[in-house]
């Protein structure tokens, strides 16, 4: 029992000392509530959403489509550096989803218009092409 009501008292007092030093407690006024124009308005999804989210509903209200979540089948012999799997998309990037054979999960890598990327684990070569 005494440990912690010693211990209690302590901080009792020491929290008493801080509000005595810190003095009384001034406010700056009465508080204002500033009114904008779509205070009364439900902001939609599309108002709300931000970085690659926008960019697919934008496209999508001009009838495009800037991923596509469909699987690639490449032809038989893609996949070589000559002979790289595309990977269409509407945007500069895409990141792409592969089944890693050792591991058996699914694997993530973005890539990037312009050079090729290669995945060692499957030895395949990918590229990213325009979709429009």
């Known amino acids: 029992w005494r440990p912690i009501q010693a211990t209690t008292m302590l901080a ?6 801080l509000a005595r030093a810190a003095g009384p407690c ?6 204002r509530f500033v009114s904008m124009d ?8 599309t108002e709300l959403q931000t ?11 001009q009838g495009q489509s800037a991923f596509s979540r469909d699987p690639i089948f490449p032809p038989v012999g893609a996949g070589t ?9 509407g945007v500069d990037e895409r990141v792409v ?9 699914l694997m993530w890598f973005t890539l990037s218009k312009g050079p090729l990327h ?3 684990s499957l ?6 092409v325009s979709s429009n």
């Open 81 to 89: 550096k000559e002979n790289p799997i595309e990977v269409p998309s």
């Open 51 to 61: 970085g690659r989210r926008k960019t697919e509903l934008d496209m999508e209200a």
């Open 97 to 105: 989803g592969y089944e890693c054979p050792e591991a058996h999960q």
């Open 118 to 120: 290669y995945i060692p």
């Open 12 to 17: 009792v007092r020491f929290t008493r000392s």
């Open 38 to 45: 779509n205070d009364k308005q439900i902001l939609g999804d």
């Open 26 to 31: 001034v406010r700056a006024g009465p508080a």
């Open 123 to 128: 030895d395949k070569y990918f590229k990213l």
